[in-house]
């Protein structure tokens, strides 16, 4: 794992549908929002799914294609290396 958490970004990544759907269960939902609250480019992504979430009333797969999914972890570790950039 990296650094001091229990989930990395990829991981966060893979499980923020079952997250905004709730299915979750209680020891995964508290290593996300431990991540969130130490990571705030995973808080950004998480809030713009859940304004996906709010104008669309649904998220499918499709909104997490891998093309999708790999430009915005490419993006983060833009961040994380000192390069600001947005997605
Ligand atoms: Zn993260």
């Known amino acids: 794992m990296t650094r001091d958490l229990e989930i990395d970004c990829d991981e966060l990544v893979e499980i923020v549908t079952d997250y905004l759907e709730g299915a979750l269960d209680a020891d995964a939902r508290r290593r996300f929002t431990e991540h969130l609250e130490v990571c705030t480019d995973c808080d950004a992504y998480v809030d713009q799914m859940r ?12 909104d997490l294609r891998p093309d999708m999914r790999d430009k915005l972890l490419a993006a983060f570790r833009g961040w994380e290396a000192g390069t600001p950039r947005l997605p």
């Open 51 to 62: 304004e996906t979430v709010r104008l669309t009333g649904t998220l499918t797969e499709d």
